[in-house]
């Protein structure tokens, strides 16, 4: 058995981002979050202001064993708009930003190489995705985890942005999408 990894990434709202990676193979946690600012220990109602620096954010434990990260990084480019700037549809804001956040320096060549397959597979488009990190992590509130299984299939706008992005997993990897 080999040890699970970390990986933490922001594509726009963390409750699109968390529900589809809920559903990858290889995936054991995925907790909802905010990196990349200068505030300590922000909330939501901060986050929001787009004062604090910070990206809504996912990190997702995994088994690398089952799930490489480059697999890891390529379903979270195929699975948010990686081309627009500090947005994701209605979501503006550098809260919103696309980015593959570093625990160190040893998976920058991996988040460099995903970025690049993509432009590669898309041509005529260029990923704004950032590269970011190392930085501290501060959890969510706890309304905000697993928010897609509770709250979120009541709420009008995930319910209009998270069945898409399910669909987005289900038909370009479905090879990685976890069973029932």
Request: include cysteine; glycine fraction near 10%; proline fraction near 5%.
């Amino acid at each position: 058995m080999s040890d699970n990894k970390q990986a933490i990434v922001a594509g726009g709202c963390f409750w699109c981002t968390e529900a589809v990676f809920r559903d990858v193979v290889g995936v054991s946690e995925v907790e909802s979050g905010y990196i990349g600012g200068t505030t300590a220990d922000p909330n939501y109602k901060e986050v929001c202001s787009g004062n604090t620096g910070h990206a809504e954010a996912i990190r997702v434990t995994f088994d690398p064993a089952v799930l490489s990260l480059a697999d890891l990084l390529d379903v979270f480019m195929g699975t948010h708009d990686p081309t627009q700037l500090n947005r994701q549809g209605n979501d503006v804001g550098t809260q919103y930003r696309s980015a593959i956040f570093l625990s160190d320096d040893l998976d920058r060549a991996e988040a460099e190489a995903a970025i690049a397959r993509w432009n590669c597979e898309h041509p005529g488009q260029s990923a704004v995705t950032t590269i970011e990190g190392p930085a501290q992590w501060y959890p969510a509130e706890d309304y905000h985890q697993e928010y897609w299984e509770g709250e979120g299939q009541r709420n009008p706008y995930c319910l209009a942005v998270i069945p898409p992005k399910l669909q987005k997993l289900r038909k370009s990897f479905a090879g990685k999408v976890k069973a029932g």
